[in-house]
């Protein structure tokens, strides 16, 4: 067990952050184009004997500022980002930058607010009420979405061999998204099918600066030098983005009157509800869902025919009901497995208010005022002194005795066992994201009883291609 924060020695961090300018381009070649990202964390973890010590973050010069970070990659001082008495999250979503607020209609919504603002309270409001109004509609509008999913897999494999599924589950996402906040298909509006697309697009603008394409014809110095060197314009998006604000704007007069009525301009709304469904809600799923189904291949056929037993027998009386769900054990665990071992939001930031100690297993740190603090969270939910085999993908790890280490799965800005209000920065949609996983694993074993994929990567998450799929037998 570790010693009590009072019994633990007081180190200075290791690490530095090199010469001006030099520093920072350094770590970020290493980041990018040596070690990359995983190895990048790795490599200095072992280098320093900690779990904390400072280093620079991506983007670095010349769009950021400032690069400097104090990196937390282990399952106690990661915790320390969900302090709200200690750390700001003013302009942090991305990081050491802020995208301009070109591409969000000149506001700075939620995502970029801290909660000390006034602002953050009422949009976090009006989000949580709007979720909550929804909840009904999450089970069969979800299983509408699966059901198109599936007949575009089934007809794929017919006619091809093979299924991308990544292009099916965009489509499904975003269909599922804007069905459950506006009450339309999006096809009846201007958007037409193009809507994945549209927001891809808007996303990758914004992120940019932090991700590599890995192509192979372009060198990595031409690619550093777009990506990196000055952000991309926002204009060439903005018709993309208007035609993207004026189908919500239509189709959510209803959400958006609610909104007026909590005391938010109609325009801010529209544009937090266009960020919160496109870059937080279909964003997340787009990452998330080839994850789940990656790991649970890879899983193999004993866990397929578990979980087919489970949710077959749970269904078997009443289909598929919130409580039968619910009753999913190894489902469940799954799912938290899924999100523990690749989570779909990889960093976490804060900006420290005061002076104040942090600890991890081993040591404690003084923190300065005004210091940025950041937390890779694939590692930080793979802490050894937490998880057994944290590399490992075991389906059982939160079934039982296990149920308890869920707290330490952090992938929605909070610990799992917190819930989200208006006064922190846990995702709004975090009880939605675990529900519609759970029903996709659900969905997926009533109609099949197992299947094999191909796997690849992808600037953001996994591609996943499937080979096979067998019916369900029984």
Known sequence: MSATNSELPTKQIPGDYGRRFFGPMKDRMDYFYGSGELEFFKTRMQKYQSTVFRCNMPP????????????????????????????????????TYMPTTAYTGGYRTCAFLDPSEPNHGLLKSFFLSLLSKKKDKFIPIFRQAMADLFSGLDEEIASKSSSYFNDLNDTMSFQFVFRLLCDKNPSETGIGPNGPKIVDLWIFFQLAPLLSLGLKFLPNFLEDLLLRTVPLPSFLVKSKYKKLYDAVYESAAPILDEAEKLGLQRDEACHNLVFFAGFNAYGGM?????????????????????????????????????????????????????????PPVSYQYGKAKHDFEIHNHDSTFSIKRGEM?????????????????????????????????????????????????AGNKQCAGKDMVV??????????????????????????????????????TS
């Open 60 to 95: 670095g010069p010349f769009i950021s500022r400032s690069s400097a970070v104090v990196c937390l990659l282990d399952a106690v001082s990661f915790q320390t980002l969900f302090d709200n008495s200690k750390v700001e999250k003013r302009n942090l979503l991305d990081g």
């Open 373 to 421: 603090l950041f937390g890779f969270q694939p590692i930080a939910t793979k802490d050894p002194k937490v998880f057994d085999n944290p590399d490992e993908f075991i389906p059982e790890r939160f079934v039982g005795e296990g149920e308890k280490l869920i707290e330490y799965v952090y992938w929605s800005n909070g610990r799992e066992t917190d819930e989200p209000t």
């Open 286 to 342: 787009k990452a998330l869902f080839p994850s789940l189904i990656k790991w649970i291949a890879a899983a193999g056929g004993d866990l397929h025919r578990r979980l087919a037993v489970e949710i077959r027998s749970a269904v078997k009386e009443n289909g598929v009901t919130l409580a039968a769900v619910n009753a999913m054990a190894l489902t469940k665990s799954v799912v938290y497995e899924a999100l523990r071992i690749e």
């Open 435 to 472: 529900l519609l996983c759970r029903l996709m694993v659900v969905e997926f074993f009533l109609r099949y009883d197992t299947f094999e994929v191909d796997i690849g990567k992808l600037p953001v998450g996994s591609s996943v291609t499937f080979k096979s799929l067998t019916k369900a």
